[in-house]
C-alpha cells in the first residue's frame, strides 16, 4: 500500500491532526474509517482535490451513509452525483465501489484507499 503523505503533495502537506484523533472522531459519529483515510485526513489530505471527486470529513461521511445501502460507507462525491463507497466487510483497508444511485448499483474501482487515491488524482 502506498504511503498517504507520499500521495497528497509528495508528503510537503502539513499534518492538521493525529491518525488516532481521527478515528475517535468517527467513533463519535458512530462509524469506523480506515487506517489510510485517517492519515490521509491526519496529512491535510481534504484540502487537496482530486479528478472531479471530493473526499469527505467524517461528518459528512456519517451524514451520507443514509445514501447507500447497509454494509457500504461513503467518502467521496462524484460531479454527476454517484458516491465512492468502503464496502465494510471486516477488512482493515476496504475495497473501494462506485454507487450509482441513478443506476442502483455498485462497481467495483480499487482495492483500497490508498489505490483510489492513486486512480483518482490525488
Same mark, same amino acid.
Given at each position: 500500500?502506498?504511503?498517504?503523505? %507520499? ?10 491532526? @493525529?491518525?488516532?484523533?481521527? &478515528?475517535? +472522531?468517527?467513533?463519535? $459519529? ?19 482535490? %482530486? ?10 461521511? @456519517?451524514?451520507?451513509?443514509? &445514501?447507500? +445501502?447497509?454494509?457500504? $460507507? ?42 483510489? $487515491? ?5
Amino acid at each position: 500500500m502506498r504511503d498517504i503523505l %507520499g500521495i497528497i503533495s509528495g508528503g510537503e502537506q502539513g499534518r492538521t491532526a @493525529s491518525q488516532t484523533a481521527v &478515528h475517535h +472522531r468517527a467513533e463519535e $459519529l458512530g462509524i469506523q474509517v480506515p487506517d489510510s483515510y485517517a492519515d490521509f485526513v491526519a496529512g491535510g489530505g481534504l484540502n487537496h482535490f %482530486g479528478t472531479g471527486c471530493r473526499v469527505f470529513t467524517p461528518e459528512e461521511i @456519517s451524514a451520507m451513509r443514509r &445514501h447507500v +445501502r447497509p454494509g457500504f $460507507l461513503p467518502f467521496a462525491g462524484t460531479p454527476k452525483a454517484g458516491l465512492f463507497c468502503w464496502m465494510m466487510d471486516g477488512r482493515k483497508e476496504p475495497p473501494v465501489l462506485l454507487f450509482e444511485p441513478h443506476a442502483d448499483r455498485c462497481l467495483p474501482v480499487a482495492t483500497h484507499f490508498s489505490d483510489w $487515491l492513486v486512480q483518482s488524482g490525488y
